[in-house]
């Protein structure tokens, strides 16, 4: 199937401001600002460019917390992503999945759920030593016991039916509450502020009834229309299980950008809190590790030189890329602390190529895929990713059909004297499966 891409691009803008990323007031969005989170608002904007007939299946190999699945649900279209973030699959399933009926209302249960818990937080106060200190260190004492009963009842099953729900409206309440600088992407325990609400309660109620709102919006007259979130590695082919081969029509996909950004360690306050993980290697193991390289600390001399050895079946592109290496490597010589991009370069570009080639066997011949990436400059070296992944993927049966500036990219850097002067931007490039 070939269809004729249309409707508005989005418009560029000054790369500063909610619509570059996860919305803190839209449906569905608002109900955890993931910080690798797409904008709604631009998700709707490329949905419509790829101009697909109803009932259309619509694909997302980085799926975050399912903003392009929320949106393709409410344009009419199924969905199918993958997420390597364990805790974030489990949001993007939730906000897809049907609510719970013959149920009393999430909002009265998150009610019961605060009584039960203000009657606990003596003893939940007495606890607090049990904690990770990084979650003591983000909350005075009487917010965290109030956080930790609620934690407690909602962890044995209390919320019954809602139970996932009201799991996640306390996760959302974490940074909302905390009296230490927890702002994305780093946690910054050491540096005090001001809580934006003083009342972990009553943000508990207030993010519960704003889901309530949002769920009242779905219909679940949606057939044969179906919603699915994988937790898994896009890379791998078992990752794609869920879909038959050949049956989407379209992709709309912001895979991480090249920047240094440890997407898993943004998430730490909240899987210490919950008890997902214990440690920094914990968090690495279970959480990290099936993630697309894009940070340093996931980088290493082995991965880097298997990377470098396969990207050469990528035809000229690989080139490009290894040049790039060379590059970094003598950036990072000529640095007594310098950081590891060149290992991070080849890992990366040849995930992209790994995920590319799963999403080629998924999408029906002449679909488009639209990509949103930013490119970069460590070290002053220039990286154009959009250009190199649109390069890689006219190697696995793509024709590049659209390379489109959105927005300019680094102006929150530009009063640091010692960042390089590139100018980077954030672009939209549009891909087509080969008939």
Known sequence: MTTELGGALPVPGSGRGRKHGTSRTEPFDRWFRYPAGFASDYVTSLLAHLALPNGSTV??????SAVTGTAARQAGHSFFGIEAHPAIAELGQLKLQYAPQHSQPLSEMAKKLVTAAESRVDASEARLDEEPDLVKRCFTKPVLARLTSLRDLIRAGAAEEWNLYAKWALLGTLRDVAS???????????????PTYADPMARFLQRALWMEEDLSQTCEETEPLTFHVQNGDSRSQSSWAGIATGSAQGCVSSPPYLNNFDYADATRLELYFWGDVSSWAEMCASVRNGMLTATTQQSSVGAAITAQTKLRDYGTVSKKIL??????TAERAARRRGKEYDRVVPDYFLAIAQVLEQMARAMQPGASAIWLVGDSAPYGVYIDTPRLISELAQELGFSSEKDVV???????????????DVELSERMIVLRRAL
């Open 59 to 64: 694909i997302d190999p980085f799926a975050g």
């Open 180 to 194: 230490a600088r927890v702002g994305w992407p780093y946690q910054r325990p050491a540096s005090e502020r001001k």
């Open 323 to 328: 040049d790039i290496v060379e590059q970094l």
């Open 406 to 420: 959105l927005r300019r990219r680094g102006q929150r850097w530009a009063s640091n004297t010692t960042r390089h």
